[in-house]
C-alpha cells in the first residue's frame, strides 16, 4: 500500500515540475533613473529621452544602456550570440515610455548623453527621415570604424 501511495505521489510530482514551464518575463522594466549604470559605458543613466534596455531572452538577464550606440557597440564589443534575439526596448523621444527599437522610428540629430545622435520614436516624425534600427546599427557601426 505504501509503494503504491509513493508511485502515485512521484507521479503526481514529476507531472506538475513538468507543467510548471519556467517563463522569462520579456515585458521592460522601470530603470532606476540615477542610479542605474551604462552596461558598456558606466555612466549614471539618467536622460530618459534615450535610455535602452536589453534582455536575454535565454535567461531573462537584464542591461541597460544610456544610448542606442552604446547598446550597438556592447553587442558588437561582447560578441555577443544572442543579439539577434535579443529584446530590445527604447524610450520614446516624445513621452519616455518604452517602446521596441525593431519597430521604432529612428530619427538623426538629437543630442543624447553618448552624441550618438540617434532617437526612437513610436509614430513617425514629420518633416525629418525616419529610418528603422538596421540604418542606426548601420551608421554606428561607420562612426566606430572611422
Known sequence: MMKKFNYIFFTVLVLFVIGCEFKIDTTPKEVKWDREVCERCKMIISDR???VQIINPKNGDRFYFDDIGCTILWFE????DWKNDAYIYVTDAKTG??????NAYWTYGAITPMAFGFSANKTKILNKENNDLNYVIKKV???RDE
Open 49 to 51: 529621452k534615450y535610455a
Open 77 to 80: 564589443e561582447q560578441n555577443i
Open 97 to 102: 515610455k518604452w517602446i521596441d527599437a525593431r
Open 141 to 143: 557601426l561607420e562612426t
